[in-house]
């Protein structure tokens, strides 16, 4: 809810781009539980339905936290530097925004959505580090 705004200019960034994406909710602006839209992506995700979710809140943290807990490679995005490494380094599935920092002008949403198209991941060294941390053998 604390990111309804930001999440409704990003779903018309997606249409002016001809970018795909599956709305998972909030569709009010009232108070709500961020995990049970979380754990609902996930679930499109396990069924290989996308492969980037994306949540919005205040900070950003709750929905980080969230996803991450779930299974996703989460990064908190708190600016364009960030997304890049999100992706080049960390090759991210999810990625939370803070509607804070995007009301702040501290980056901008169509920066990131273009940061996320001109990227990809590194693997290298960066791959023996996330199966690591995903506790896999890469």
Request: with cysteine; aromatic share 14%.
């Amino acid at each position: 809810h604390s990111g309804f705004k930001t999440k409704c200019s990003l779903i018309e960034l997606f249409k002016l781009k001809k970018i795909k994406y599956i709305d998972f909710g909030t569709y009010v602006n009232n108070d709500c539980d961020y995990h049970d839209f979380i754990y609902n992506q996930m679930l499109a995700y396990n069924n290989n339905e996308f492969n980037l979710g994306i949540s919005i809140c205040r900070s950003g943290q709750g929905v980080n936290l969230c996803a991450n807990h779930l299974g996703f490679r989460s990064a908190l995005i708190y600016d364009e530097w960030s997304m890049e490494m999100a992706i080049r380094h960390n090759n991210v599935n999810f990625i939370a925004f803070s509607e804070r920092l995007i009301d702040n002008n501290i980056y901008h949403l169509e920066n990131i959505i273009n940061i996320i198209f001109n990227n990809s991941f590194e693997g290298g060294r960066h791959l023996d580090r996330i199966g690591k941390v995903m506790k896999i053998n890469v």
